[in-house]
């Protein structure tokens, strides 16, 4: 079950850098706040993900100073990256249209 669940995350995160390149805490605020609360991931679980990312080249990231002292680290979507996403979202809509196909197929009559 945990790994469906970072199959899910890891879409969530790629989608959301679809739309322009976040930090880590901003990843989890805006995940956090389009899902009204319901999809909360703590550091422990999204740096690995971010992490695992990077490795296969389907983000980047890039360090931005903030104030004197304080590093941001950026990440960002990569040409690969925005292939896999394309991937998983067609993987999930897939998986999505079948449930439904089941739930609602009309009882057959004996």
């Known amino acids: 079950m945990a790994n469906r669940n970072l199959y ?11 739309e ?24 422990g679980t999204l740096y690995p993900i971010l992490y695992k990312l990077l490795d296969q080249g389907f983000i980047s990231d890039r360090k931005e100073l903030v104030g004197k002292r304080q590093t941001r680290v950026y990440y960002h979507l990569e040409e690969p990256g925005k292939a896999h996403l394309a991937q998983l979202l067609h993987d999930y809509y897939d998986l999505v249209d079948a449930i439904q196909s089941i739930l609602t197929h009309p009882k057959q009559q004996d």
Do not use: F, H, P, W
């Open 8 to 18: 899910r995350l890891e879409m969530l995160l790629l989608k959301v850098l679809e």
């Open 20 to 43: 322009g390149d976040c930090y880590g805490y901003e990843l989890t605020q805006t995940l956090k706040g389009r899902s009204n609360g319901r999809i909360s991931i703590a550091e």
